[in-house]
């Protein structure tokens, strides 16, 4: 299966240590915890509404890798929250961290959620069929491992990207604080 993240390219694009900052999926000292999506719409979802940018003028300033990794054919284990939790912001990490510790002490290794950035069918490609089209919409899944990083193989698909102002329409913005 080949998944992508945005980086920034200063920093290698999985984290090799416990270390890491807690995300939705993993506390303090839990890592590595690697975060993908299933499409590129969700990585740049993600980190749109991570840097809770929504101004289309604010696109121009963002320079990010895009990673393609290839993680293997291992199945994830699907997570079972309610959508409020699954797509809520910081508030709801807890209940999620919570949920990812229970299956983790199951033996699951590797988790798959809806992406909690993307809107309901946000993760729209293109097809060709005279010309480009829109092609079918898609909801957006996120899959997380937690596993040494040496096993998996990443390419940069893109070295120096920024998000159309498009995809800003397919975020699931954090509510107004």
Known sequence: ???????????????????????????????PAHYFADTPAGAWAEFLRHEEITDPDDLH????????????????????????????????YARCQQEAHRLRKRGARRLVAPSAALVPGGAQGTIVR??????????????????APHTLVGWVVADVAQPSAEMLGHVRHYPPR
């Open 130 to 147: 005279n010309g480009p089209r829109p092609a079918p919409s898609r909801d957006g899944n996120v899959i997380v491992l937690f596993e």
């Open 61 to 92: 300033t963002i320079r990010r890798q895009i990673w393609a990794v290839d993680v293997g054919d291992e199945p994830a284990t699907p997570v079972q929250l309610r959508i409020a939790d699954l797509t809520g912001g910081p508030e709801t």
């Open 1 to 31: 299966m080949i998944v992508f993240r945005q980086t920034d390219a200063r920093y290698p694009f999985l984290w090799e240590s416990a270390n890491q900052p807690a995300g939705r999926w993993h506390s303090d000292g839990e890592g």
